[in-house]
């Protein structure tokens, strides 16, 4: 099992950036890939991005592409998603999840990321 905990949401104005943290801890062993999600007010959960546990290749959303950045340190066993020139549609509680084969299935608890216009 694995537990991750997300920090460093906030209040940012368009055009700001913020850092998320997702701090990962239990067993890592079968871990295929660790990704953000995010899920605005009334619509679903959607995929932002993504980076493989081992050779780290990263993907993203194509909303999001050149302006996130994921990274991942396999020594502290933490995985970022740096957030630049952020919009008002990127408003939405953010998930970190952990991915096992083709199953995401950990998931922390959120962080809110709320960009005023």
């Known amino acids: 099992q694995v537990q991750l905990v997300e920090s460093g949401g906030g209040l940012v104005q368009a055009g700001g950036s913020l850092r998320l943290s997702c701090a990962v801890s239990g067993r890592l062993s079968s871990t295929y890939a660790m990704g953000w999600f995010r899920q605005a007010p009334g619509k679903e959960r959607k995929f932002v991005a993504a980076i493989s546990w081992v050779g780290g290749s990263t993907y993203y959303e194509d909303s999001v592409k050149g302006r996130f950045t994921i990274s991942r340190d396999n020594a502290t066993n933490t995985v970022i998603l740096q957030m630049d020139s952020l919009k008002p549609e990127d408003t939405a509680i953010y998930y970190c999840?952990?991915?096992?084969?083709?199953?995401?299935?950990?998931w922390g608890q959120g962080t809110q990321v709320t960009v005023s216009s």
């Open positions: 999840a952990e991915k096992k084969g083709s199953w995401w299935g950990s």
